[in-house]
């Protein structure tokens, strides 16, 4: 019984929109690419992606399942982010 009242709770305290738009940000970036996805969202070769992801320290980490490799949409979105903010190497 005491379950059965915790669900009537959160059910009660959490508005129907809020939860919906949660729900549907979770969904895209829980949503699993493979190498050709990334590749062309990033406009660059699926090869570059799969040396970027099984280096020592990837820079863009894949999640295996069995023998895929897949990607994280949240992780290619924070490994394009890093691309942005990272100083040129160029000395003024």
């Not at 699926?46 to 949240?74: C, M, N, Q, W």
């Amino acid at each position: 019984m005491a379950t059965a009242t915790a669900r009537t709770a959160m059910q009660t305290t959490t508005p129907a929109s809020e939860t919906e738009e949660f729900a549907t940000s979770d969904r895209d970036d829980d949503r699993l690419l493979d190498a050709r996805q990334v590749a062309a969202k990033l406009g660059v070769s699926e090869r570059f992606i799969r040396d970027h992801t099984t280096r020592r320290s990837p820079r863009i980490p894949g999640v295996k399942l069995g023998k895929l490799l897949r990607y994280r949409a949240a992780d290619v979105a924070i490994f394009m982010a890093e691309l942005n903010t990272q100083p040129s190497s160029r000395r003024s």
